[in-house]
């Protein structure tokens, strides 16, 4: 009987492929696995960093005190509201309520009327300026008697050798030249007792100015500064009165500067009075005159002559006329002694 020994099976084909299979499924799932554990790590790494940087708390909102809280939510943002927040709001309606009932009770309130033309003009201003200077009543007028009467503004009437003007501002401008002397003085003498008449009967809220000329004009200043007209004051009539006393005749005469002074200080009235009807003004300043009275100041004229007058109508005249004013003739030789 022989023996055979045991016959070692070749493994099966079959048996062995599923092992196969199955060590390839565990090692691809480990390695799944792995790339898994090492992207959760890489996410959760990232995060904390983003969660470090941010900060804690509503950033954007500002801080509030403590009290109750109103949310607006609006689209894409929230307001947010405290009792302070109510309160401001609640003022500031009333405010606009307030301002608007005061603009109405304005709108119903009737207009007053102005008070420009309850006032004396102030206009004046000082020889050889451009300007006017204002002159106001001083304190000193003002205490005299009990304050400005309530004919404030208005004017009135007063004359030059028969010669009237009205208004309320009023300039004399009167020649001075050495032939006023002459007569043993009487020319000069009537005409500076004309001026004082005519000036005293001019009311305190009148204004006047004084000018005397010969180759330059001299302008009544009490005050320092420039000369401007003044308020009819009792004060300023006795300064007034002493300042045509001290007049003496001097010189020649240049009558175009003298009579500008006198209308820059934009009066009403101008007595211009002269017995010099030479050197006679030309064509050109006639037209230089009629440019400066802008305002359209009455300008009366006062001729002082030797006998009885010549014929013709002189610059004089035409001076009157075109600045509507009236003219006179006056001859010195009728003149009596002045008292």
Same mark, same amino acid.
């Given at each position: 009987?022989?023996?055979?020994?045991?016959?070692?099976?070749?493994?099966?084909?079959?048996?062995?492929?599923?092992?196969?299979?199955?060590?390839?499924?565990?090692?691809?799932?480990?390695?799944?696995?792995?790339?898994?554990?090492?992207?959760?790590?890489?996410?959760?790494?990232? $995060?904390?960093?983003?969660?470090?940087?941010?900060?804690?708390?509503?950033?954007?909102?500002?801080?509030?005190?403590?009290?109750?809280?109103?949310?607006?939510?609006?689209?894409?943002?929230?307001?947010?509201?405290?009792?302070?927040?109510?309160?401001?709001?609640?003022?500031?309606?009333?405010?606009?309520?307030?301002?608007?009932?005061?603009?109405?009770?304005?709108?119903?309130?009737?207009?007053?009327?102005?008070?420009?033309?309850?006032?004396?003009?102030?206009?004046?201003?000082?020889?050889?300026?451009?300007?006017?200077?204002?002159?106001?009543?001083?304190?000193?007028?003002? $205490?005299?008697?009990?304050?400005?009467?309530?004919?404030?503004?208005?004017?009135?009437?007063?004359?030059?050798?028969?010669?009237?003007?009205?208004?309320?501002?009023?300039?004399?401008?009167?020649?001075?030249?050495?032939?006023?002397?002459?007569?043993?003085?009487?020319?000069?003498?009537?005409?500076?007792?004309?001026?004082?008449?005519?000036?005293?009967?001019?009311?305190?809220?009148?204004?006047?100015?004084?000018?005397?000329?010969?180759?330059?004009?001299?302008?009544?200043?009490?005050?320092?500064?420039?000369?401007?007209?003044?308020?009819?004051?009792?004060?300023?009539?006795?300064?007034?009165?002493?300042?045509?006393?001290?007049?003496?005749?001097?010189?020649?005469?240049?009558?175009?500067?003298?009579?500008?002074?006198?209308?820059?200080?934009?009066?009403?009235?101008?007595?211009?009075?002269?017995?010099?009807?030479?050197?006679?003004?030309?064509?050109?300043?006639?037209?230089?005159?009629?440019?400066?009275?802008?305002?359209?100041?009455?300008?009366?004229?006062?001729?002082?002559?030797?006998?009885?007058?010549?014929?013709?109508?002189?610059?004089?005249?035409?001076?009157?006329?075109?600045?509507?004013?009236?003219?006179?003739?006056?001859?010195?030789?009728?003149?009596?002694?002045?008292?």
């Amino acid at each position: 009987m022989s023996t055979q020994p045991p016959t070692t099976e070749a493994p099966d084909a079959r048996t062995s492929e599923p092992n196969r299979e199955g060590r390839g499924a565990r090692q691809r799932h480990r390695s799944a696995w792995a790339m898994s554990m090492a992207a959760h790590i890489v996410l959760f790494v990232v $995060l904390g960093l983003l969660v470090r940087h941010v900060p804690q708390g509503a950033a954007d909102e500002p801080g509030r005190t403590a009290g109750i809280v109103l949310a607006q939510v609006s689209n894409n943002s929230t307001n947010y509201y405290s009792e302070a927040d109510s309160v401001v709001e609640a003022e500031t309606t009333e405010s606009a309520a307030a301002a608007a009932a005061s603009a109405m009770s304005q709108a119903q309130r009737p207009s007053l009327p102005s008070l420009d033309g309850l006032l004396p003009s102030v206009q004046g201003g000082a020889a050889g300026s451009t300007t006017g200077a204002g002159s106001l009543p001083d304190a000193t007028s003002l $205490l005299e008697g009990s304050g400005l009467p309530g004919d404030i503004g208005q004017g009135t009437t007063t004359q030059v050798f028969g010669v009237q003007g009205s208004g309320s501002r009023f300039v004399y401008v009167f020649d001075r030249s050495s032939s006023m002397d002459d007569f043993a003085g009487r020319p000069l003498q009537v005409a500076k007792q004309e001026m004082v008449n005519s000036l005293f009967s001019l009311r305190r809220t009148n204004e006047f100015q004084i000018v005397f000329y010969n180759e330059r004009p001299t302008i009544f200043n009490p005050n320092a500064g420039p000369a401007t007209l003044l308020f009819a004051t009792d004060i300023h009539k006795e300064e007034a009165g002493r300042f045509i006393n001290s007049i003496r005749a001097r010189g020649g005469t240049q009558h175009l500067e003298a009579i500008e002074a006198a209308l820059r200080m934009n009066p009403d009235v101008i007595f211009f009075l002269t017995d010099a009807a030479e050197p006679q003004l030309t064509a050109e300043e006639l037209q230089l005159i009629d440019r400066w009275n802008r305002t359209a100041t009455t300008i009366n004229t006062i001729e002082f002559g030797i006998g009885p007058k010549r014929g013709g109508i002189n610059w004089l005249e035409l001076v009157a006329r075109q600045n509507n004013g009236q003219y006179v003739y006056k001859d010195v030789t009728e003149f009596r002694d002045a008292p």
